[in-house]
């Protein structure tokens, strides 16, 4: 299996928005309505940011929200902040195992 | 409070097995629907998922890895261990497990990690 293709980084300016894409194939992204987002911090655990293609767990600002279109899924991150900044990972369920994207470093300029 | 800790070595030699554990509190590995995974990181890279296993004992692995893990449960003691054969330096990474919720494709929380360095 591969890892889910993911732009290894993605910049834009405090208030701006900003859209991380991820690319799997029909048995993956495309296949099941279970992509997650995940946001790692340096030297810290990732932490879910969206669940189930387009969910947010609770906690989670409103500014993240996520979608999907065939085998592409993507994370949007409005009213972009300084916190933001960090590596970004999407994640999908394939069937019998989980995958990963290469990740997406965002840089809050 | 869901809390997950990963222990095990800091440094393997080559060809060595590595065996992890995970503890965790507030949640049961008995309850439908609920499974813990393992995921890892070599330092500077990306996440990699590496196995799960289910409340009922059902196992998943990831492909490219299967023939050298092994994944288990004690929920009497409520932990997971994950065993991987055959270290190389390649596999030098942030080890972490994860909680996947009941109904749920996906990982939350995770525990805080531990680094494994393969070296002779």
């Known amino acids: 299996q591969s890892a889910l293709t993911q732009p290894r980084s993605v910049s834009g300016s405090p208030g701006q928005s900003v859209t991380l894409s991820c690319t799997g194939t029909?048995?993956?992204?495309?296949?099941?309505?279970?992509v997650s987002w995940y946001q790692q911090h340096p030297g810290k655990a990732p932490k879910v940011m969206i669940f189930?293609?387009?969910k947010r767990p609770s906690g989670v600002p409103d500014r993240f929200s996520g979608s999907k279109s065939g085998i592409t899924a993507s994370l949007t991150i409005s009213g972009l902040q300084a916190e933001d900044e960090a590596d970004y990972y999407c994640?999908?369920?394939?069937?019998?195992?989980?995958?990963f994207g290469g990740g997406t470093k965002l840089t809050v300029l | 409070q869901i809390t997950l800790k990963e222990s095990g070595p800091t440094l393997v030699k080559p060809t060595q097995t590595l065996t992890l554990t995970c503890t965790f509190s507030?949640?049961?590995?008995?309850?439908?629907?609920?499974?813990v995974g393992w995921i890892r990181q070599p330092p500077g890279k990306a996440l990699e998922w590496l196995a799960l296993?289910?409340?009922?004992?059902?196992?998943r692995y990831t492909p490219s890895l299967r023939s050298r893990l092994t994944i288990t449960k004690d929920t009497s003691k409520n932990q997971v261990v994950l065993t991987m054969t055959n270290m190389d330096p390649l596999d030098t990474a942030t080890y972490y497990c994860?909680?996947?919720?009941?109904?749920?494709?996906?990982?939350?929380?995770w525990g805080q990690g531990t680094l494994v360095a393969v070296s002779s």
């Open positions: 189930a293609v387009s």
């Open positions: 296993i289910f409340w009922d004992d059902d196992k």
């Open positions: 994640c999908s369920y394939a069937g019998s195992f989980w995958v």
């Open positions: 994860a909680h996947k919720p009941i109904q749920g494709n996906w990982f939350d929380p």
């Open positions: 507030g949640f049961s590995l008995t309850t439908t629907g609920v499974a």
């Open positions: 029909g048995s993956d992204v495309g296949g099941y309505n279970y």
